[in-house]
T-cell receptor
Framework: AQSVAQPEDQVNVAEGNPLTVKCTYS??????LFWYVQYPNRGLQFLLK??????LVKGSYGFEAEFNKSQTSFHLKKPSALVSDSALYFC??????????????FGRGTRLMVKP | KAGVTQTPRYLIKTRGQQVTLSCSPI?????VSWYQQTPGQGLQFLFE???????NKGNFPGRFSGRQFSNSRSEMNVSTLELGDSALYLC??????????????FGPGTRLTVT
């Protein structure tokens, strides 16, 4: 079975400072990894994905994520946080070697609070 | 290109009733997945449809069902509603075919409240 852990319920950062939202995963095969963001009363917005190749993936709104196979991690990062980045962030995984179609397994989410 | 649309956006039902939620995927997307989001359980996969066939199903009781039409639009139905079915139901569409992995695009969700 596949699983995702987001160890922090909330991350607080000052505007202009770098931010990191942590994610670790578990799959039996090779992972497809995703980050999504959710604003209040909205659906999920896709930020970025790792499928294969370069371990550093760049995505929307200046976000990037680093895939680390040995640590089974896929942390989300941004060099300089904005107040408008405050939202709920979800990490998700799909095992590319199973036959589960498009099924994503999500972490519990991390609330990012950026203070002015 | 229009995004994923879900109707209705809000719904209030009584225990024991049934409900049907609708999802229209992004044009050209043939895969539609449904997820339930609750504060207690987080985001949980319900089922996925591709070319009118259910490809995978999550760990939900048989009261939860769905279907997909030839135009890729999808509906999900919940019968005999329980208080615990109160949730945000999210639909996602993707260009994913039989292999590879593409990102899923989510609709705004349907907020179902069961009283």
């Amino acid at each position: 079975a596949q699983s995702v852990a987001q160890p922090e319920d909330q991350v607080n950062v000052a505007e202009g400072n770098p931010l990191t939202v942590k994610c670790t995963y578990s799959v039996s095969g090779n992972p497809y990894l995703f980050w999504y963001v959710q604003y209040p009363n909205r659906g999920l917005q896709f930020l970025l994905k790792y499928i294969t190749g370069d371990n550093l993936v760049k995505g929307s709104y200046g976000f990037e994520a680093e895939f680390n196979k040995s640590q089974t991690s896929f942390h989300l990062k941004k060099p300089s946080a904005l107040v408008s980045d405050s939202a709920l962030y979800f990490c998700a995984v799909r095992d590319m070697n199973n036959n589960a179609g498009n099924m994503l397994t999500f972490g519990r989410g991390t609330r990012l609070m950026v203070k002015p | 290109k229009a995004g994923v649309t879900q109707t209705p956006r809000y719904l209030i039902k009584t225990r024991g009733q049934q409900v049907t939620l609708s999802c229209s995927p992004i044009s050209g997307h043939r895969s539609v997945s449904w997820y339930q989001q609750t504060p207690g359980q987080g985001l949980q996969f319900l089922f996925e449809y591709f070319s009118e066939t259910q490809r995978n199903k999550g760990n939900f009781p048989g009261r939860f069902s769905g279907r997909q039409f030839s135009n890729s639009r999808s509906e999900m139905n919940v019968s005999t509603l329980e208080l615990g079915d109160s949730a945000l139901y999210l639909c996602a569409s993707s260009t994913l075919g039989t292999s590879g992995s593409y990102e899923q695009y989510f609709g705004p969700g349907t907020r179902l409240t069961v009283t």
